[in-house]
């Protein structure tokens, strides 16, 4: 493939295959649950996607995740092959790993997922999803990718609050990670703190010192990675759940090439001094009863946009990602 060094880059294109997942696990941000929405999406669409993006970007790396992305897995196995016909190398994943039932199915998982081009995975492991799924499982799954030769295997835990502070979530994942980068030497550990949106509003947030009202800005949605979910809503990877666009619509590439962080209705605020503390501010003013405190600003921005979610349609979708 010849690379046209005036395109623009894109660093990452994810597309959400299913919010449907195994687990329904405490910190998922996604609202990944056995009761999801049924609908996947189609490899027509994300042929579509490709063909448009790469007449137009440089797309470096093409992720797919879910929910779990495994749980429609001939469909997986046909995305990861239609990405590599586009000369993209760089293809990866985040599992749970439920699919290491046997030595023999995870090894029949993981040489398709090579076969097609799978270049990345990442097992997620921790105190969330082990409340659901044997290590021994998430185990076979890790030994099988190893075997049949994907190149870049790592654990990826979540902690509550940093890694360091001690309850019994934190105190769980750091047993499990320790005994598998012992026996797994081989993958490398990216350890990151749960973000409180999604169920952990829920679920999570009482463990957590409630904070002042947090006014620091969100300009990690300055950086040029973008999600398309079987819907064709288009979303900055960092925060779903706040659309750009709709790929079925419009064309992908016009959605990014008009995407202006600072014009955004909802993104231009979280950027701007204050911070998400400018989505309270309009949810008050529309009768919103803000809490004493959040955790941070992820937590408040998740609140206020859960609020005036039907104040902004065709922005805050979809609709499945909140309560």
């Known amino acids: 493939m010849s690379i046209d060094n005036n395109k623009k880059k894109i660093f990452m294109i994810t597309f959400l295959i299913s919010y449907k997942c195994t687990n329904e696990c405490k910190h998922c941000a996604l609202l990944g649950s056995p009761n999801q ?3 996947t999406i189609k490899l027509e669409d994300v042929k579509s996607y490709l063909e448009d993006l790469t007449s137009n970007y440089i797309v470096e790396e093409v992720g797919f995740f879910g929910g779990e992305p495994l749980l429609n897995f001939n469909l ?10 586009f000369d993209i190398t760089k293809i990866g994943l985040p599992t749970n790993g439920y699919w ?36 021994d499982v998430v185990r076979r799954a890790i030994k099988a990718a190893h075997e049949v030769g994907i190149e870049w295997i790592a654990l990826m835990p979540k902690y509550l609050g940093s890694e360091n502070e001690k309850n019994l979530f934190n105190e769980q994942t750091k047993s499990m990670i320790d005994v598998l980068s012992k026996e797994f030497e081989f993958c490398e550990v990216i350890k990151s ?80 001094k204050g911070g998400p503390k400018n989505l309270l501010e309009i949810a008050i003013e529309k009768g919103y009863k803000p809490q004493n405190g ?25 609709s499945n990602l909140y309560f």
């Open 37 to 39: 929405d049924e609908i």
């Open 76 to 85: 997986l196995v046909s995305l990861i092959e239609e990405v590599k016909r």
């Open 100 to 135: 290491g039932k046997s030595d023999l199915i995870a090894k029949k998982y993981a040489l398709k997922l090579k076969e097609a081009g799978l270049y990345r995975i990442g097992f997620s492991v921790d105190a969330f999803h082990q409340e659901f799924i044997s290590l």
């Open 193 to 272: 703190e749960v973000i409180v949106t999604g169920r952990a509003t829920q679920e999570l947030s009482k463990y957590y010192s409630m904070n002042a009202i947090p006014s620091d800005k969100c300009l990690i949605l300055k950086t040029p990675v973008f999600s398309i979910d079987p819907n064709g809503w288009v979303s900055h990877q960092s925060c779903h759940g706040i659309c750009i666009g709709n790929a079925k619509k419009k064309s992908v590439s016009e959605i990014i090439s008009e995407y202006n962080y600072r014009k955004h209705p909802i993104i231009g605020k979280l950027v701007a």
């Open 294 to 318: 959040y955790v941070d600003k992820c937590h408040l921005c998740f609140c206020a946009r859960n609020f005036l979610r039907p104040f902004y349609p065709n922005i805050l979708e979809p």
